[in-house]
């Protein structure tokens, strides 16, 4: 049976000329990038050079991008290092109730530090007003942290609106652009955007490497403190190899983003199309702001987890973020913010593409999709 992987916000395989990059870097130019010798030289110029591939990218300067542990250790950071450095400014952080738990876990932290976080709500799509930002600033308020895209449902945010207020208001912006950066056109300058984070394993690079864009005139401090790595922003030997491998991913999927993109969402409106044509079948998400590989989908009468199970059994691997997935048991964060009850939530499912995937596989989903929720609905304890 062939095996369809549909979790590619989830993660994604490295990919054959990210893993090739890589390879010297483990063996013979192992070096650490602060030693003096030529091995280290030559760890420290491969390095400046990623640096420079990624910032270019997203219009920055290769001094402002802190290569990180991943996404989590970029939000933490971000959040964590500009609210104590500006606590002499202010107190208040604005962010919004559908966050990647790297960043509401850090805000629930700070507010036992003695900061104030207002979580903005979201429309029925997921989308966040940019008035409501505006209507949230107080003269306390030191950073604006707001996700460029969501994992969950795949909805695009309003960032470049919400730069510009927050510039306004000389307020600063933090986005975590991780289900976005190599999949949507970044321009840190032109949106405003004065912290960004990124992470390397859902671009087709390695796991454990990421980083977080820094623009010079921001006041952050670091969180690991140590021998002064990364601008003293982040202490620490560099994963040169994960960072190799990371530049390469991110260069790879710059070039093919256009016409990849434009691919993934030929299949993603397909599969919402005929996925709509199910009885009981509601999409999760904005309609077109979103993400060209994200389809997400509650049924009425559906529990998440066995459909998963049935999915798999298919050769399917899909997510459900009803998050029974993980260890809690409580609803989606995200999907109770667009509106859902704990039924609803429960009985969503999650399709991420990716660049593997063919029409074949989708058409493969479609046959097999529907079959799985009749006969999941002849059993359903649900009442519907
Ligand atoms: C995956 C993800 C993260 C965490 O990134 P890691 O590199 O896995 O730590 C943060 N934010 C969003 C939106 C993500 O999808």
């Not at 050079?49 to 300067?61: D, F, L, Y």
């Amino acid at each position: 049976m062939k095996k369809i992987y549909l979790d590619h916000a989830a993660t994604t395989p490295v990919r054959k000329e990210v893993l090739e990059a890589m390879r010297l870097y483990f063996s013979e130019k192992f070096g650490n990038a602060s030693s003096l010798h030529s091995f280290g030289k030559d760890a420290k110029e491969a390095l400046s050079k990623s640096r420079k591939t990624i910032a270019k990218i997203i219009n920055a300067r290769a001094n402002e991008i802190i290569f990180t542990s991943g996404g989590t250790e970029s939000n933490n950071l971000a959040i964590k290092g500009v609210a104590f450095a500006n606590r002499d400014k202010g107190n208040h952080i604005i962010t919004s109730k559908i966050e990647h738990p790297a960043i509401l876990k850090p805000c629930k932290w700070l507010e036992k530090q003695g900061f104030k976080v207002t979580y903005l709500n979201v429309d029925k799509y997921g989308v966040v007003n940019p008035k409501d930002v505006e209507k949230a600033i107080t003269k306390n308020t030191i950073l604006v942290s707001i996700m460029h895209a969501n994992n969950e449902i795949g909805t695009i945010e309003p960032i470049a609106e919400i730069g510009k207020i927050c510039k306004k208001h000389k307020i600063l912006f933090h986005t975590d652009a991780v289900q976005s950066f190599g999949k949507l056109p970044i321009n840190v300058k032109k949106m405003n955007i004065n912290l960004l984070s990124a992470s390397s394993h859902k671009i087709y690079g390695p796991k454990g490497v990421g980083m977080l864009y820094v623009n010079r005139k921001v006041n952050i401090e670091p969180i690991l403190h140590g021998g002064g790595h990364e601008y003293k922003l982040r202490s620490g030997t560099e994963n040169v190899a994960g960072i190799i491998g990371f530049a390469k991913a991110v260069e790879l999927a710059t070039k093919e983003m256009k016409k990849e993109g434009e691919r993934q969402i030929k299949l993603r409106n397909k599969l919402i199309k005929e996925i709509s044509k199910i009885k009981d079948s509601y999409l999760n998400g904005h309609p077109t702001f979103r993400l060209p590989n994200n389809i997400n989908f509650w049924f009425k009468g559906v529990e998440g987890e066995s459909l998963l199970l049935r999915l798999d059994e298919k050769g399917i691997a899909a997510s459900t973020q009803s998050a029974c997935s993980s260890s809690s048991l409580k609803p989606s964060h995200v999907l109770t913010a667009i509106g859902l009850s704990h039924e609803q939530s429960h009985g969503s499912l999650r399709l991420t593409l990716g660049k593997e995937n063919t029409e074949q596989d989708i058409n493969h989903v479609l046959e097999v999709l529907p079959q799985i929720i009749n006969s999941l609905r002849k059993i359903s304890p649900f009442k519907w």
